[in-house]
């Protein structure tokens, strides 16, 4: 079944513990660290992390669009994240990075840039719980769907299968009732959606009803 991951980048940031709530159900809550460096934006850190994961039965998927994830990367497991993203533009050594988040005891995942292909990362695939493949330049919500991914998507659920591996392939950015098939007929099984989530007059509706669209 397909999972739905609400991004909280949409949601009010005063008002995360409720926001959060508003969308139980939900199977991960999706958390963008952005540093204004990695990304031209900037949103949260490790003390908001730790608040939420405790403010929240959800677990948290945590998306690190910063710089140095090689430093950072494991505080985010200390802080409760029950999986953790970074960046393979950005990370000096993501093997080494990815042990050490499972390590700590997450799952451990792996983005990847609009331009940044697949193929150069198969190997690495059996040292990562999910592969992330972004459908917009990352920084910013509500931003339109990039149709141009749906071939590395397809491919990369090839590489999954061809070598036999359980994981996840995650797509992020412009996820919507009007897009998510496409994702789920190329490859992908975990949806980030945040305005079409946060956007909708019942969040946990529109979670049920992407859930449903993905799975049909
Ligand atoms: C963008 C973030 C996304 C963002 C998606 O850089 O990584 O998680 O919240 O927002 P929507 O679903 O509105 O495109
Ligand atoms: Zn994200």
Same mark, same amino acid.
């Given at each position: ?23 139980? !159900?939900?199977?991960?809550? +999706? ?5 204004? +460096? ?6 949260? !850190? ?9 403010? =929240?039965? =959800?677990?948290?998927?945590? +998306? ?13 497991? @200390? ?5 953790? =993203?970074? +960046? ?11 042990? @050490? ?10 983005? %990847? ?11 690495? %695939?059996?040292? %990562?719980?999910?592969? %992330?493949?972004? =459908? ?13 991914? /749906? ?7 090839? /590489? ?38 946060? !956007? ?17």
């Amino acid at each position: 079944m397909a999972q739905i991951n609400p991004s909280i980048l949409s949601a009010d940031f005063a008002r995360l513990a409720e926001e959060a709530k508003a969308v139980e !159900g939900a199977d991960w809550l +999706h958390v963008d660290v952005m540093d204004n +460096h990695f990304v031209p934006n900037l949103t949260l !850190g490790v003390p908001i992390v730790e608040s939420l994961s405790r403010a =929240t039965d =959800t677990p948290l998927d945590c +998306h690190l669009m910063i710089e140095d994830p090689d430093r950072w990367a494991p505080q985010y497991v @200390e802080a409760g994240a029950g999986s953790v =993203t970074f +960046h393979v533009e950005a990370a000096a050594a993501p093997v080494r990075l990815a042990r @050490e988040i499972r390590a700590k005891g997450a799952r451990a995942s792996m983005a %990847l840039k609009p331009a940044t292909p697949i193929e150069p990362y198969e190997d690495l %695939l059996p040292e %990562l719980d999910m592969l %992330l493949i972004m =459908t917009v330049e990352p920084g910013f919500g509500g931003q339109a769907f990039l149709d141009i991914m /749906l071939p590395k998507i397809r491919r990369t659920r090839e /590489l999954i299968s061809k070598h036999g591996l359980e994981l996840w392939l995650q797509v992020d950015g412009g996820v919507s009732e009007s897009t998510i098939e496409r994702c789920a007929e190329a490859g992908a099984d975990v949806f980030v959606a945040g305005s079409a989530v946060y !956007g909708a007059a019942d969040p946990a509706d529109a979670v049920r009803s992407l859930r449903a669209k993905a799975d049909s």
